[in-house]
């Protein structure tokens, strides 16, 4: 109780997450190539089975980002890191062999790839990017908005919809990719005030808005970035970054 006689609210829970993106217009196989040594042999024959160049080059970014990243939260070599799958396919960090203690999640689009990281346990994380230059397939939203999120949507000038349907959008994703049930998740279950993000639930989700958190920001010049943060009365304080892939080494750790 405080001094007046009324409840003591509960303290806001500070998720300390650390943000990596690198945007990857323009490079080549032979670019990425030197990358690939801190991959896993899985890692290495799933990027082999890509048909398609650029994806090859996608999986190895993003998958050498990620190593450097947990490396640099970790105190690991990115060689000692591994992923399993978790509850709902979700990838879990592992170190030696054994759950790494921390929470990620990577994300890529055309152009981009980031991760997301938090060196706290039962932290559930969510991360997404999106191209602002991608024309918005604004004919979905009826399938993935709810009436209120349209409403605003509908209401922004038409010049700015774009932007507006990737904003709702990456908050979405955020926030299925936190909980880890991805697109099996009613998306209409939930939902989101953009300006700053709040969410809220329907009762049957058995949520609470108090304990997510979310930031939403524009990174390397043309994309848009969400992240979600779960836990008890959780508030994020997120350290961003941009990497450059001409310097990016991933023997090296980041900062």
């Given amino acids: 109780m405080s001094a007046d006689g009324n409840a ?38 799933r990027a082999a089975r890509f048909v398609f160049p650029h994806s090859r080059i996608t999986f190895i970014a993003a998958h050498a980002l990620a190593r450097a990243a947990l490396a640099a939260v970790t105190g690991a070599s990115p060689p000692s890191l591994g992923f399993a799958a978790g509850a709902h396919g979700k990838p879990e960090a592992l ?56 409403a605003w949507l509908g209401a922004l000038p038409a010049a700015e919809r774009g932007e507006g349907f990737f904003r709702l959008w990456t908050l979405k994703e955020a926030f299925i990719k936190a909980t880890g049930k991805g697109l099996t998740q009613d998306l209409s279950s939930f939902w989101f005030q953009v300006f700053p993000p709040v969410i809220g639930f329907a009762p049957e989700l058995g949520e609470r808005p108090a304990d997510w958190a979310f930031e939403q920001r524009r990174v390397q010049g043309g994309f848009l970035a969400a992240l979600a943060a779960g836990a008890p009365e959780a508030r994020i304080d997120a350290t961003w970054r941009e990497v450059d892939a001409a310097d990016f080494d991933p023997a090296r750790r980041l900062v």
Avoid: I, K
């Avoid at 690198?22 to 801190?38: H, I, K, N, P, Y």
């Avoid at 689009?109 to 997301?116: K, M, N, P, Q, S």
């Avoid at 979905?140 to 009436?147: D, G, N």
């Fill in 8 to 45: 003591t609210p509960p303290a806001a829970h500070a998720v300390a997450v650390r943000v990596w993106t690198m945007a990857t217009t323009g490079l080549d196989e032979a670019d990425v190539s030197r990358w690939a040594g801190v991959l896993d042999a899985a890692e290495r024959e």
């Fill in 95 to 150: 170190l030696e062999g054994r759950p790494a203690g921390v929470a990620f999640n990577l994300s890529h689009t055309e152009g981009l790839v980031g991760v997301a990281v938090a060196a706290q346990g039962g932290v559930r994380l969510g991360f997404d990017v999106e191209p602002l230059a991608r024309r918005a397939p604004l004919a979905v939203a009826p399938r993935v908005f709810t009436a209120g999120e349209r």
